[in-house]
């Protein structure tokens, strides 16, 4: 039986060899021009290893995709309601993986995979930008830098408990905007975030 992978805030551990771990291929995915726009800035950045998509998530060649929901895991509007069309039974998956881990609730900062069923993308991240659906998030958020943080840390030091590495089997990982539907967070600010988030977890140490 499958196991399934999670990534805790405040866990994880450098390498211990002193050298930059080698980062994964990011798809930084938009529909809408401004935060293409936006997210060309983190490309610049990050040294070859991040591209931009003009288009959906679902376009791109990915091993994983990312879901920057809320916190418990419900799959009904914006890029989830995409993915829950996509891959039917994820939403279930992803509630069920929460529960099993965090007792309903996947905190800000986290997240978890499941497999999608399908053989591209195999693997759905769940890394939440919201408690609850609908939810608006305030100018000063860094919810969008957590998600992302959450993200990065789990490609780089997760495990299935097995002991399969998690960035063994992905190579390519697509995001959308975190937090820039419904929660309200302007391209530029999340662009902002996800390459700090970048830098922090795959920059030069």
């Avoid at 069920?96 to 497999?115: D, N």
């Avoid at 305030?138 to 943080?149: E, K």
């Avoid at 992905?170 to 700090?196: D, F, H, N, W, Y």
Wanted: proline share 6%.
């Amino acid at each position: 039986m499958l196991s399934d992978v999670t990534a805790e805030s405040g866990t994880h551990t450098w390498n211990g060899t002193g050298a930059t771990t080698r980062a994964p291929e990011l798809v930084l995915c938009a529909l809408d021009d401004s935060l293409a726009t936006a997210w060309h800035s983190v490309a610049e950045a990050a040294s070859g290893f991040v591209r931009v998509h003009r288009g959906s998530v679902l376009d791109i060649r990915a091993q994983a995709v990312v879901s920057p929901g809320n916190g418990h895991g419900w799959m009904r509007g914006g890029v989830d309601a995409v993915y829950a069309q996509a891959f039917p039974g994820i939403e279930q998956q992803v509630r069920s993986t929460i529960l099993a881990y965090h007792g309903g609730e996947l905190p800000i900062g986290e997240a978890v995979v499941v497999p999608t069923g399908e053989a591209l993308p195999e693997w759905l991240i769940s890394a939440p930008t919201v408690r609850e659906p609908g939810e608006r998030l305030p100018d000063d958020t860094v919810h969008p830098y957590l998600a992302a943080r959450a993200v990065f840390l789990l490609w780089r030091d997760g495990q299935f408990e097995h002991g399969t590495r998690f960035r063994d089997v992905v190579e390519t990982i697509a995001m959308p905007g975190l937090g820039t539907g419904v929660a309200g967070v302007s391209p530029k600010t999340c662009a902002r975030q996800i390459a700090a988030a970048w830098d922090e977890v795959f920059g030069a140490r």
